[in-house]
């Protein structure tokens, strides 16, 4: 969920910040219809495939990819390489896939859409790669599997939560997530029906950015909290580009929800966040989507003492237990000198479910590579994944909670990091 999470939490705006992080962004109508149809009119030969367990064990197995490592969504796509890096890494170190190394040929779609489309149909139907990884985000990702569903190529990505991505009745993508935006917040509404009743919310307010990801998460919070019997006070959308909170802070003030559950993706949720504190009203309970996850970036901008008792939703946790996730962790920072981000682990965890079913397939066969995983679970670092027949994960996102100036997985517990759950939310420092 960094996204999540939450996904995965998924896109960064021009100003080089976070603006949503792991679970599929900035998916536009307008821009659906144009790529969609962009998409679907590629075509070209399918890529010749070995019955073969290990095929021409002389040739590595090349897997195609397509990042936006400039643009827009250029830091979320780095990541998604690193991590995608890390993976081939690993796996070459024990000999590959099948007796055969693993290369990536990556190409950079620069975040725009035709260009993903134009990426993923030369790298099928020109370059003939043998496996296909995603790229990063819903917008993206749209595009790119329609590609690949036309040429009958397997995608898993490792970003591309948002609802549209799975209405398509495609048999060949698989989102390797724990759950999708609608289903992300139900982590943290089974963590309130935990709680005794004296101790839930009584009122909610839903603040929430006109995002493709970050509203179908307060949407279903909402339809949940209410069936509950959490009363809505406050349930607007604002647009994408807004950089004033005042109004919207002085609105929930005035009402003064127990709980405020914000769609933000990055920079509106450090505004409402300054905004509320500019009010002195501090909820008994904050929520907010994505912009938690974004670390040093969203501490250094709301101020670390206002961090303590926020919640948000993620796919990843390096504390996790989940296997190869310590083999993985030590991995990236020796690489990167750095602690990994969660969109390098989704895209890890998206390279280790084409992985295995290659493995178990024995072959590079697409159709055999989709019937597997359509029947079975893959255990990654993110934990077990398995899907619908959309290629929607079937899991949930873990509940992540800032106690103490760092991240804590608080549900479900028998993942929980901490045992302890700040309740309520502490005044505004």
Not at 370 to 393: F, Y
Request: proline share 6%; charged share 20%.
């Amino acid at each position: 969920m960094t996204a999540s999470s939450p996904s995965g939490t998924e896109t960064h705006g021009k100003s080089g910040l976070p603006l949503s992080r792991r679970r599929g962004r900035g998916l536009r109508t307008v821009a659906l219809s144009v790529v969609a149809a962009l998409a679907l009119a590629a075509c070209g030969t399918r890529p010749s495939e070995s019955a073969a367990a290990g095929g021409d064990t002389g040739k590595p197995i090349v897997v195609g990819i397509s990042l936006p490592l400039t643009g827009d969504f250029a830091q979320p796509g780095g990541e998604a390489k690193r991590g995608y890096e890390v993976w081939r890494d690993m796996v070459n170190a024990k000999g590959g896939i099948m007796g055969r190394q693993v290369e990536l040929k990556i190409t950079d779609d620069a975040s725009n859409q035709d260009t993903v489309v134009a990426d993923y149909t030369k790298l099928i139907t020109q370059d003939k790669v043998d496996l296909l990884l995603g790229t990063f985000s819903s917008l993206l990702n749209y595009a790119a599997s329609a590609v690949a569903e036309k040429n009958g190529m397997v995608f898993v990505e490792p970003a591309g939560g948002a609802p549209n991505m799975f209405e398509r009745n495609f048999k060949y993508l698989f989102f390797a997530q724990p759950a999708t935006a609608p289903h992300q917040a139900d982590v943290f509404v089974n963590w309130i029906k935990s709680l005794p009743e004296a101790d839930r919310p009584k009122t909610a307010a839903y603040p929430s950015q006109d995002d493709p990801f970050a509203k179908p998460v307060i949407e279903s919070m909402q339809k949940q909290l209410e069936a509950l019997g959490v009363q809505t006070v406050y349930s607007e959308v604002y647009p994408a580009d807004t950089t004033n909170f005042q109004t919207i802070a002085s609105n929930l003030a005035s009402k003064k929800p127990d709980l405020v559950a914000q769609g933000a993706v990055f920079e509106d949720g450090v505004g409402l966040v300054r905004g509320l504190k500019q009010l002195n009203f501090s909820p008994k309970m904050l929520f907010q989507t994505s912009a938690p996850s974004n670390a040093g970036q969203y501490s250094d901008g709301v101020g670390l003492a206002n961090t303590e008792g926020v919640f948000y939703t993620v796919s990843w946790n390096e504390k996790a237990t989940t296997p190869l996730n310590t083999d993985f962790v030590a991995a990236y920072k020796k690489a990167y000198n750095a602690d990994p981000a969660e969109d390098a682990a989704d895209a890890f965890a998206a390279a280790q479910v084409l992985q295995t079913a290659t493995e178990k397939v024995g072959s590079i066969d697409q159709n055999k590579i989709r019937d597997w995983l359509h029947g079975n679970t893959v255990d990654t670092i993110l934990g077990p994944l398995s899907w619908e027949a959309t290629g929607e994960p079937k899991g949930q996102f873990l509940l992540a909670q800032w106690q103490s100036g760092k991240v804590e997985v608080v549900a479900p517990s028998d993942v929980a990091t901490s045992t302890t759950v700040v309740n309520p939310k502490p005044a505004w420092k």
